[in-house]
């Protein structure tokens, strides 16, 4: 069955520094999307792309939040100044429609 | 700013036992509800796509319904296993061409 991959699964990276998280969602999925737990809270959303373009966004994308699918494959959220608030485990998805959802199995930063 | 709530936070039964748990959403925001089941350190596994009120779906020995007027769902797990032990996710989907809002999951523990 095919699948959302992530990687790395599990990254540590130093306040201040950039981050890149990488998705590979399946291939003939149009409809992308970044999500984020924080430990002991509700998965957030944060950005959805379609089209090669954002769709939509929440607050908590921000200026230090991009989203880019650099060559037709890959779906990367890119943090650039990372803080501590940051940590949590990203989730990507994609999906053929907007009603259905396929998930990655995630990458849980960790800002130190 | 759309609430969606699952009760109860956690739950332990034993094997055997059957259970059932609540995701209550805004009935006048309703386009779709989603149910995901999360293991640890996996992808969450997308359970069901509810759309129409009165509807009731069944995988095996998971089942869930639906009532959009008075905004609940309910999941039921007949004769729960330890394989079954998971993070229960709902979403809800308030229109077409929006994000998903995630409650805060339940999680079940099956005790053999």
Redesign the interface.
């Known amino acids: 069955e095919p699948e959302v991959t992530q990687t790395p699964s599990h990254q540590v990276t130093q306040m201040g520094q950039e981050v890149i998280l990488r998705c590979v969602p399946i291939s003939n999925h149009l409809y992308f999307y970044w999500y984020r737990q924080i430990l002991g809270q509700k998965v957030e959303f944060l950005v959805s792309f379609y089209n090669n373009e954002i769709s939509e966004k929440s607050e908590i994308f921000d200026d230090q939040f991009s989203v880019e699918r650099p060559d037709g494959s890959n779906f990367t959220l890119k943090i650039r100044s990372t803080k501590l608030e940051d940590s949590a485990m990203y989730f990507c998805a994609s999906g053929r429609q907007e009603n259905g959802y396929t998930f990655g199995s995630g990458t849980r930063l960790t800002v130190v | 700013i759309l609430n969606v709530e699952q009760s109860p936070q956690s739950l332990h039964v034993q094997e055997g036992d059957s259970t059932n748990f609540t995701c209550s959403f805004p009935s006048s925001n309703f386009?779709?509800l989603?149910w995901?089941r999360w293991e640890t350190?996996?992808?969450?596994?997308?359970l069901f796509?509810m759309?129409l009120n009165g509807d009731e779906k069944k995988k095996g020995r998971i089942s869930a319904t639906l009532n959009t007027k008075e905004g609940y769902s309910y999941l039921y797990i007949k004769g729960s296993q330890p394989e079954d032990s998971a993070t229960y996710?709902c979403?809800l989907?308030p229109s077409?061409?929006?994000?998903?809002?995630?409650?805060?999951?339940t999680r079940l523990s099956v005790i053999a």
């Open positions: 386009y779709a989603h995901y350190a996996k992808s969450p596994e997308a796509v759309t996710l979403a989907k077409g061409n929006t994000p998903l809002v995630f409650g805060k999951g």
